[in-house]
């Protein structure tokens, strides 16, 4: 089988989710990545075949989106010209984790796919959101990515279509220890604006990811230390709580070890948003910016009670034997000639 597996690069969280997912899609037949985005800062581990700048968000210095940098970043008849390029007739299965341009190529040439992913959960009005809906973001949830079928990730099991989080093998083996420290990652504000924030904090120390450092600096009770997907992992395994945005990877795995979390989504990112609505209720904290109480909220966070942990009700081998089934099924096998089996 040869497999297409659109991967959007917006941010860190899907690569970290394909890198740990390619094994056991290889078990399939062969796999040929298309990496869509321009703003990740981990090494690749993939078999990249296409790329793109796709349409990317960008972050500004202060929790917010960067609306203008998106604006001329967005190229329309690039995208169209991209599509229809695109060779999906020669795979067997296109799988898509929340990119549109593989969606694209898809209506325009007719051809089935799976869109796999944490957005696709949001095709359930049962996922969480918040009280006040945003009808732009849940129009793009719901049509940036539309597919043949959908396969969704989220905390719980809102529909039957949606699965649990894909922890990292990493993650899944270790024995969490708690050494004191506080994981940061922090993607939408500058490493100025946080570090000034934690810097009121001198009695507890920190451990914050940085996009711009290339080696670990000391600053006081905050060390910057550079981004990794190793790195981060175990900074998270062996810290005392994790600080980070509302979005699905990292705060899963800090359930799932039953580490504190506190988080502050991205200000105008609808499904941060929805994902803090999900999170309350594990009893996660959600703050809404860095500002003069932020300290305030930070102590009250370190003295209150842990989260509900997460339950896993689904390995990672079932949830990918799942998608290869829903995109077996959406093949008309006498015609395609396509078989499902593993590879090897």
Not at 110 to 121: L, M, T
Not at 122 to 129: E, K, W, Y
Not at 255 to 282: D, H, R, S, T, V
């Amino acid at each position: 089988m040869k497999i297409f597996y659109a991967i959007q690069a917006t941010g860190n969280g899907h690569i970290a989710r394909a890198i740990e997912l390619m094994p056991y899609l290889q078990q399939y037949g062969e796999v040929d990545v298309f990496l869509s985005g321009s703003n990740s800062n981990l090494q690749l581990n993939l078999p990249v075949k296409y790329k793109s700048n796709g349409v990317s968000l960008f972050y500004g210095n202060r929790g917010g989106l960067d609306y203008i940098k998106m604006a001329k970043a967005f190229q329309p008849r690039r995208i169209w010209k991209e599509a229809k390029a695109l060779p999906l007739e020669k795979y067997d299965l296109v799988i898509n984790d929340f990119e549109s341009i593989t969606s694209l190529a898809c209506w325009l040439k007719g051809i089935p796919s799976v869109n796999f992913g944490h957005q696709a959960s949001f095709q359930s009005a049962n996922t969480p959101r918040p009280e006040k809906k945003d009808i732009a973001g849940e129009w793009i949830l719901k049509h940036y990515a539309k597919a043949s079928a959908y396969i969704g990730l989220h905390f719980e099991q809102y529909a039957d279509f949606i699965y649990a989080p894909v922890i990292k093998d990493q993650v899944l083996k270790a024995t969490p220890k708690d050494n004191g420290y506080i994981t940061v990652y922090l993607s939408h504000y500058s490493d100025e604006v946080v570090v000034k924030a934690l810097q009121k904090m001198p009695d507890v120390r920190f451990e914050v990811f940085s996009k711009k450092v290339k080696q670990a600096e000391q600053k006081g009770n905050i060390t910057l230390v550079p981004i990794s997907n190793e790195g981060f992992n175990n900074s998270m395994i062996n810290s005392h709580g994790i600080i980070t945005g509302a979005g699905f990877e990292t705060p899963a795995e800090a359930l799932y070890m039953q580490k504190k979390l506190l988080c502050l989504p991205i200000k105008g990112q609808y499904e941060q948003w929805c994902n803090a609505e999900a999170l309350k209720g594990f009893d996660v904290p959600v703050i809404k910016t860095i500002n003069d109480d932020f300290n305030t909220h930070v102590y009250n966070w370190l003295n209150g009670a842990a989260p509900k942990p997460l339950t896993l009700k689904h390995s990672t081998q079932e949830i990918i034997e799942k998608v290869i089934e829903t995109g077996y099924n959406l093949h008309k096998v006498p015609e395609s000639g396509f078989q499902l089996q593993v590879a090897g």
